[in-house]
């Protein structure tokens, strides 16, 4: 199964600053179709995941462009330009590039 | 609007059996990856089966060999049929739409 690692585990930011999460895969995303299969999630208390960025760098329907996302290969990052109050909760990356799909263990980002 | 909708979380006794559904709204189950995610209480994610394609699935070791997918398409639903479940099976069970479209999820509860 592929190891999905994210840095840090928590985070405390100011509110307009910047931050940033980091994922590090144990095998390369790259499908066999040529796709990076890398999406970062957010989840507030009390609700379900919502999918922020999709194939490494796409953000999903809906999604601030402040959230931006990078990488390739094994090394992955999620960058929020200006973080808001909206923003607290945890931050999970994900791999669906081979079954079965993983999770990072979270990022719990706090203001 | 796309949505996807679980059912079927309850309160059950170590051994017994539960079956989830997840009914989609404006699309259609079939051409997509319908996955099955679920969440222990107060931890973090764990992906534990997909139905894709023409009738394929694939499943977490966790739950291989007591879980089992099935597909009605005239309900346009997916279901979870979940058998000798054990207390760490608690948690919110959540359906998705090609890991990209998540419903709201319902809970599993695991206990005597």
């Known amino acids: 199964d592929i190891v999905m690692t994210q840095t840090p585990l928590s985070s405390r930011v100011i509110l307009g600053q910047p931050a940033s999460i980091s994922c590090r895969s144990s095998?390369?995303?790259?499908?066999?179709?040529?796709?990076?299969?890398l999406s970062w999630l957010h989840q507030r208390p009390g609700q379900p995941p919502r999918v922020l960025i999709y194939?490494?760098?796409n953000r999903f329907s809906g999604v601030p462009d402040r959230f931006s996302g990078s990488g390739a290969g094994t090394d992955f990052t999620l960058r929020i330009s200006r973080v808001e109050a909206e923003d607290v909760g945890v931050y999970y990356c994900?791999?669906?590039?081979?079954?079965?799909?993983?999770f990072g263990q979270g990022t719990k980002l706090e203001i | 609007e796309v949505q996807v909708v679980e059912s079927g979380g309850d309160l059950v006794q170590p051994g017994g059996s539960l079956r989830l559904s997840c009914t989609a709204s404006?699309?259609?189950?079939?051409?997509?990856?319908m996955n099955w995610v679920r969440q222990a209480p107060g931890k973090g994610l764990e992906w534990i089966a997909v139905?894709?394609?023409?009738?394929?699935?694939y499943y977490a070791d966790s739950v291989k060999g007591r879980f089992t997918l099935s597909r009605d398409n005239s309900k346009n639903t997916v279901n979870l049929q979940m058998n000798s479940l054990r207390p760490d099976d608690t948690a919110v069970y959540y359906c998705?739409?090609?890991?990209?479209?998540w419903g709201r999820g319902t809970l599993v509860t695991v206990s005597s």
């Open positions: 998705s739409r090609n890991l990209y479209y």
């Open positions: 404006e699309f259609t189950v079939s051409p997509n990856y």
């Open positions: 139905f894709y394609g023409g009738g394929d699935t």
């Open positions: 095998q390369s995303l790259e499908h066999s179709d040529g796709t990076t299969y």
């Open positions: 194939k490494i760098s």
């Open positions: 994900l791999q669906a590039a081979q079954f079965p799909c993983t």
